[in-house]
């Protein structure tokens, strides 16, 4: 792998979507020697616990904690804090918790750091809208009237403020993201199918080339690469469409 491919795959968040330790730790071997990101969500999490996030910091993976949290503010400070010192190196909360809750995340966090010099201030990052809401869905269901990429774009104005480090958005919304909070506010991107993948419960994809062609930082993909035959060919083949875009 060049210098170049290294470099893409550090971008690249391989969704550990499953029930139990036993089966991420199979894909885990599978993907031996490959510095991919790990994303960790509530499903795995519930179920595994901490001592889990420690095993993949051990092993040498970047870890994302998909745990989406929506709480009174002083509630997500104490969770933050934790995650912090769990060593996390990303999380997220959901942009629609208001500011000053993001701004109990990014407290909650320092104050874990400020206690603990081991310890590095993770990236703080607000989902705005998931990736497998429609319009329809979101105007007719959530009762947020308007486009979709107009929400997104509100809420990351919202969790640059607030003072986190990006959000997680659909691969359409980087480019807006980008142009309304600078080119180096991170947006993390799920929905990401590789042509020909099936959309499953996603409504706004696009494939990896293009997703880092409008500017995605970091690209999320799950049952492309847990589902394929050959997980370890489909993360090189994910790679390789990266570095050629």
């Known amino acids: 792998m060049s210098a170049h491919q ?48 420690r095993e993949l ?10 745990v989406k949290m929506h709480d009174i503010p002083n509630t997500v400070k104490g969770g933050a804090e934790s995650l912090t010192r769990l ?13 000053a809750m993001m701004e109990a995340a990014v407290a ?10 081991a310890l590095r201030m993770p990236q703080i990052i607000a989902v705005t809208q998931l990736t497998s809401t429609s319009r329809d869905v979101m105007n007719g ?22 003072g986190l480090a990006g959000v997680v958005a659909s691969p359409q919304e980087s480019a807006a993201v980008a142009a309304a909070c600078g080119p180096d506010f991170c947006t993390v991107t799920p929905g990401i199918r590789p042509a020909g993948a099936a959309l499953g419960d996603q409504s706004r994809v696009m494939t990896p080339g293009q997703a880092i062609r409008q500017g995605s930082h970091y690209l999320v993909v799950g049952r492309p690469i847990t589902a394929a035959e050959d997980p370890r060919q489909a993360v090189l083949s994910i790679i390789k469409e990266m570095s050629e875009a």
């Open 6 to 53: 290294e470099s893409m795959a550090r971008r690249l968040m391989v969704a550990l979507d499953y029930p139990d330790v036993a089966q991420a730790r199979v894909l885990m071997k599978q993907l031996a020697g490959i510095s991919c990101y790990m994303k960790v969500g509530m499903q795995l999490f519930y179920a595994a616990g901490p001592e889990f996030i």
């Open 57 to 66: 910091k051990a092993s040498g993976y970047a870890v994302f904690l998909d």
């Open 87 to 99: 060593g996390a190196d990303m999380f997220n909360v959901h942009a629609a918790g208001g500011t």
């Open 108 to 117: 909650g966090a320092a104050a874990a750091v400020a206690s603990d010099a």
């Open 141 to 162: 269901e959530i009762g947020i009237a308007g486009e979709v990429a107009d929400t997104v774009v509100r809420y990351a104005k919202l969790a640059a403020a607030a």
